[in-house]
């Protein structure tokens, strides 16, 4: 058989070769498409039309927008026809934004898009976004850095977990109350989150006031996110929780609780180590705890426990009370001392590196004050500073 080309075997098989030629379309036409096929992507990955509200980031409500001007485009439905399988150019398939209640290029200038088209209302072409609509989207974002001041933090987020577990803070479900301010824990994303900072007050483009915040997280970094991001990720987020202002519940009462003391001491020790800082500090370093034995059997073996700096002790000091809650007191202390924690690292007997709590650098008279304010119950009103060595009203 003799060879012949692929035209020619078609020819003696009398099939007519016909070129087959490529739809055009003009570049206006080609930028509709393209923008429409933006829109079709939400839509799958969305499974909705883009809608202009509250919670939608700024790419939606571009989406948003481009969709309602195609609508209102003749040319646009027969070309987008095919396309158009979930029937988004449908009037009745409508978003919740009202074209018709704004301006196109005011609106479009609100959403830093910018037409570039010889024809100014040819609002299907966006090839631009400015820098302020970028500026925008970067501070709903806020991306998180490391906190250079994490230390003066953590005792917080210490303690605050204490609270928790004692029973002294409860975490709420966001929603009922969605204040944020300063002093207030939240737990977003599985982290919690401590508002230390909420800037001066200002109008958001919804009309809301929102507020520039300085928030910082358990795990060492911090975020200067707006105070209406904020509330949007802990509406969002199902395991978003609000922390209670501490309740200090029943120290004393007629009715017993699992973790009571019918007699029980707090008492104040001073360490006799050795240690270069202790040594010199000594006269304000001091250990408050709580038992419900004797002290001295307490401290018995100071001398071998790292949680004592591994050396003797002695009673400066202590107070007997009845039907006290233990748990609850030991975290009242750690409360209002958070910022006096002592931060010491030191080697235990197996050489490994332990960091001792519940030492303190207070003077006695202001633990004594403290005690009688945990008597008279005025003692959640106030925190210690240790600047001026005194209690402060919180």
Same mark, same amino acid.
């Given at each position: 058989?003799?060879?012949? =080309?692929?035209?020619?075997?078609?020819? #003696?098989?009398? &099939? *007519?070769?016909?070129?087959?030629?490529?739809? %055009?379309?003009?570049?206006? @036409?080609?930028?509709?498409?393209?923008?429409?096929?933006?829109?079709?992507?939400?839509?799958?990955?969305?499974?909705?039309?883009?809608?202009?509200?509250?919670?939608?980031?700024?790419?939606?409500?571009?989406?948003?927008?481009?969709?309602?001007?195609?609508?209102?485009?003749?040319?646009?439905?027969?070309?987008?026809?095919?396309?158009?399988?979930?029937?988004?150019? %449908?009037?009745?398939?409508?978003?919740?934004?009202?074209? =018709?209640?704004?301006?196109?290029?005011?609106?479009?200038?609100?959403?830093? +898009?910018?037409?570039?088209?010889?024809?100014?209302?040819?609002?299907?072409?966006?090839?631009? &976004?400015?820098?302020?609509?970028?500026?925008? #989207?970067?501070?709903?974002?806020?991306?998180?850095?490391?906190?250079?001041?994490?230390?003066?933090?953590?005792?917080?987020? *210490?303690?605050?977990?204490?609270?928790?577990?004692?029973?002294?803070?409860?975490?709420?479900?966001?929603?009922?109350?969605?204040?944020?301010?300063?002093?207030?824990? !939240?737990?977003?994303?599985?982290?919690?989150?401590?508002?230390?900072? &909420?800037?001066?007050?200002?109008?958001?483009?919804?009309?809301?006031?929102?507020?520039?915040?300085?928030?910082? !997280?358990?795990? /060492?970094?911090?975020?200067?996110?707006?105070?209406?991001?904020?509330?949007?990720? $802990?509406?969002?987020? =199902?395991?978003?929780?609000?922390?209670?202002?501490?309740?200090?519940?029943?120290?004393?009462? =007629?009715?017993?609780?699992?973790?009571?003391?019918?007699?029980?001491?707090?008492?104040?020790?001073?360490?006799?180590?050795?240690?270069?800082?202790?040594? @010199?500090?000594?006269?304000?370093?001091?250990?408050?705890?709580?038992? /419900?034995?004797?002290?001295?059997?307490?401290?018995?073996?100071?001398?071998?426990?790292?949680?004592?700096?591994?050396?003797?002790?002695?009673?400066?000091?202590?107070?007997?009370?009845?039907?006290?809650?233990?748990?609850? $007191? *030991?975290?009242?202390?750690?409360? +209002?001392?958070?910022?006096?924690?002592?931060?010491?690292?030191?080697?235990?007997?197996?050489?490994?590196? &332990?960091?001792?709590?519940?030492?303190?650098?207070?003077?006695?008279?202001?633990?004594?004050?403290?005690?009688?304010?945990?008597?008279?119950?005025?003692?959640?009103?106030?925190?210690?500073?240790?600047?001026?060595?005194?209690?402060?009203?919180?």
């Amino acid at each position: 058989m003799n060879h012949m =080309d692929d035209d020619a075997l078609l020819a #003696a098989l009398g &099939v *007519e070769v016909v070129p087959i030629k490529a739809e %055009q379309h003009s570049p206006r @036409e080609e930028r509709i498409m393209a923008g429409f096929e933006d829109i079709l992507r939400f839509y799958q990955a969305h499974g909705r039309a883009p809608a202009m509200t509250e919670e939608a980031d700024i790419f939606e409500r571009l989406y948003a927008v481009r969709l309602e001007q195609l609508r209102k485009l003749p040319e646009a439905q027969a070309l987008l026809v095919e396309m158009d399988t979930p029937g988004l150019l %449908q009037p009745g398939a409508a978003t919740t934004v009202d074209p =018709d209640s704004l301006d196109d290029d005011a609106l479009l200038s609100q959403l830093g +898009v910018e037409t570039t088209s010889d024809n100014p209302d040819d609002i299907s072409v966006l090839r631009h &976004v400015r820098s302020s609509a970028t500026k925008r #989207a970067a501070e709903d974002i806020a991306e998180r850095s490391a906190c250079d001041d994490f230390d003066r933090f953590a005792p917080l987020f *210490e303690q605050a977990e204490q609270e928790l577990q004692a029973g002294i803070r409860k975490a709420l479900r966001f929603g009922r109350d969605t204040s944020v301010e300063q002093g207030n824990f !939240f737990i977003v994303g599985g982290q919690m989150a401590y508002v230390a900072e &909420v800037g001066e007050s200002f109008k958001a483009p919804n009309g809301k006031n929102d507020a520039r915040l300085r928030v910082i !997280f358990a795990n /060492g970094t911090e975020s200067n996110l707006l105070l209406l991001s904020l509330q949007r990720a $802990l509406y969002k987020d =199902d395991t978003g929780r609000r922390l209670s202002e501490p309740d200090m519940g029943p120290l004393f009462g =007629d009715a017993p609780e699992p973790d009571d003391l019918a007699t029980g001491t707090i008492y104040v020790l001073r360490s006799l180590s050795s240690h270069p800082f202790v040594a @010199e500090h000594r006269e304000i370093i001091h250990k408050i705890g709580v038992t /419900g034995g004797k002290v001295e059997t307490r401290i018995a073996a100071a001398s071998k426990d790292a949680t004592y700096l591994l050396a003797d002790v002695e009673v400066v000091a202590t107070y007997k009370l009845h039907n006290l809650n233990r748990t609850r $007191l *030991e975290a009242i202390f750690h409360r +209002v001392f958070a910022a006096a924690q002592l931060d010491l690292m030191i080697e235990d007997r197996f050489g490994q590196p &332990v960091r001792p709590r519940e030492w303190f650098l207070v003077p006695l008279q202001v633990i004594d004050e403290v005690v009688e304010r945990i008597k008279d119950k005025s003692i959640t009103g106030y925190v210690y500073d240790p600047t001026n060595a005194r209690l402060v009203s919180a």
